[in-house]
Each structure stands twice: as C-alpha cells, then as structure tokens.
C-alpha cells in the first residue's frame, strides 16, 4: 500500500512518514501544496494525509483539485484543533475522514488503516481468504492458524492482493502501489515475490492470469 504525505511542518511530515513505513506502507512526501497536488494527480495512492495549512496551495483547494479531475484516492485531512470550520469545508471539498492536531501517530494509523480498508470494501481489520488471515492493524499473517514469516516486501505484496481479493491485479498495478517513486522499477522483481509468497502461503493461493496478473482468493471459491 502506497501513501502520499503532504505537511509543510518538516518533523511532523519525517514523523508521519517514519510511522507509516514502520507500519509496512511505501510512502512518499510532499512539503507544500504544488508538489503534493502533483503528486496526487500523476501518482496512484491507497491514501493520501493532507495538511490543510500548507504554502504554494492550501489543502483544501489540493483536495477540490484532485476531486474535480476524478482522482478518487481516501484523503485524511490534518486540520487546526480549533477550526471547525476547516473541517467543515474539508469534508464538502472531498476529504474521507480528518484528525486534528496535535494528535496521537496510533491514531493517524488507525484512521488510514480503516479508509484503506473501506475503499477496498472490508469493515473489519482483519481480512480473510481461506486459511489465509492478514491482521491489517498488526501487519501480520497468518495460514492455517500459524504465523506467516513475511518480508515488509512480502507482506506489503499480499496486503495488496488481499485488500482487491477476488480480483485480477496488474503488475504495473502492483509495482505502483509497492513500491515508492524513486525506487528503480522492475515488473520483474513482482513475480520473484510471488513465487516466494506462494511457497509460504500455498501454491493454489495465488493465481496467474495470463497477460493480465495476479488474483488471489480462496481455493474452494476458484472457477
Ligand atoms: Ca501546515
């Protein structure tokens, strides 16, 4: 999974950022509104954390931008504790969900885990496929009960095919969302992460549709 942070505020943004790759997701940073706004219109994320005071262009109008051009990705606004007003107008430009400042990291966590899950469809935090169990608020699998040994590369693979669970998932897809923009793509690297994804989790786990890409879902629900 794959989020986009935009805070003008250096420590507060190298927070966020340490927070959430510790927690398994790719991130990348924006520090004023034109380059996050960029980012979130060329760039495809799982969730983006928008700071609403931001210079070059405020959060909110980022937001309306994104909103009026069809990007759809979950927004979670950093709002001023006081400003009800900014939440207000935050939740009309477009935004999912907002916390203000100062607030908790385990909250910001928790609120994005739950938008991820929501825009993939799946209210509860832990998302099952057979005897494949991911606990997406510990980052942990599990296969016929047992804990799973994953890479942060591995997990973040089978995150993602769990979230779209059922459905046929790109390589391009899956190389967007995995890994961060200044990281040397290689389409190929996906299938080596695969094929030691499907050792651990079972080999009829994961399907390969030819010229498409992967799906995941439970072997009595395959075709
Ligand atoms: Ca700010």
Redesign the pocket.
């Known amino acids: 999974m794959r989020i986009l942070v935009v ?3 250096v420590n ?1 943004n190298r927070q966020l950022v340490e927070a959430l790759q510790e927690a398994g997701y790719v991130v990348d940073k924006a520090f004023d509104g034109e380059e996050g706004h960029f980012l979130g219109d060329t760039e495809p994320y799982d969730a983006v954390i928008l ?5 070059e262009m405020d ?1 909110i109008t980022v937001l309306e931008k994104w909103r009026a051009a069809g990007r759809i990705m979950p927004v979670l606004l ?1 709002t001023a504790r006081d400003r009800w007003s900014d939440k207000v107008a935050g939740i009309d430009a477009g935004a999912d969900d907002y916390v203000a400042k100062p607030f908790h990291l385990e909250e910001v966590l928790a609120r994005i885990r739950a938008l991820i899950r929501r825009a993939a469809g799946h209210a509860s935090s832990e998302i099952v496929c057979g005897p494949v169990r991911l606990d997406t608020k510990s980052s942990k699998a599990s296969v016929d009960g047992k804990a799973m040994k994953l890479t942060s590369h591995e997990y973040r693979l089978l995150s993602y095919l769990m979230h779209h669970m059922g459905e046929v998932v790109s390589r391009t897809e899956l190389v967007e969302h995995l890994y961060d923009q200044d990281f040397d793509r290689d389409s190929n690297t996906i299938e080596v992460f695969v094929g030691r994804l499907r050792k651990k989790i079972g080999t009829d786990m994961i399907e390969t549709v030819r010229g498409l890409g992967y799906r995941i879902q439970a072997p009595q629900e395959a075709k």
């Not at 700071?51 to 210079?55: A, H, K």
């Open positions: 805070e003008d505020d507060l700071d609403i005071g931001l210079p959060g950093l």
